[in-house]
């Protein structure tokens, strides 16, 4: 049976997008080592190239791929017009919600680099539903 995660998969393979996923360690107080893995992600496509942190449980064993990583970007990119009291309200306060927001912020701008139009909408439709 296909799940959708497949087909994002699949979409994500007809793009000639390069991909690469390196482990980091300590990578910073904000994030507890014991908890999370952190990555280096390098993503190349049609000239672009960008970069990002992506995070993921340790009891998620296998290493990140392009999928998991795009669908991250694009809840970054859902998550980039609110303003600081509606993402405070609705994930928590810290000291790092403003840093967290500015964050999204900035994924948001990097996946719309790689896909434009009708395949950021693709992207965004499939990683809904990822």
């Avoid at 994002?8 to 793009?15: F, M, N, P, V």
């Avoid at 390196?22 to 672009?48: H, L, M, P, Q």
């Avoid at 990583?69 to 919600?97: H, M, P, Q």
């Avoid at 680099?113 to 990822?130: D, H, M, N, P, W």
Wanted: contains cysteine; negative net charge; aromatic residues 12%.
């Amino acid at each position: 049976m296909e799940t959708l995660e497949m087909k994002l998969d699949d979409y994500l393979a007809t793009l000639n997008i390069k991909f690469r996923a390196t482990e980091v360690d300590n990578y910073s107080k904000e994030w507890d080592s014991e908890t999370f893995r952190a990555y280096r992600v390098t993503i190349t496509r049609a000239g672009e190239r960008i970069g990002v942190s992506f995070f993921q449980g340790r009891g998620i064993k296998h290493e990140p791929t392009l999928a998991d990583v795009i669908c991250s970007l694009a809840l970054d990119r859902v998550y980039a017009d609110y303003t600081l009291k509606e993402f405070g309200d609705e994930f928590g306060w810290n000291e790092y919600t403003a840093k967290t927001l500015k964050s999204c912020q900035r994924n948001a701008k990097k996946i719309e680099r790689l896909f434009q139009g009708e395949e950021l909408e693709k992207v965004q439709e499939l990683a809904s539903q990822y």
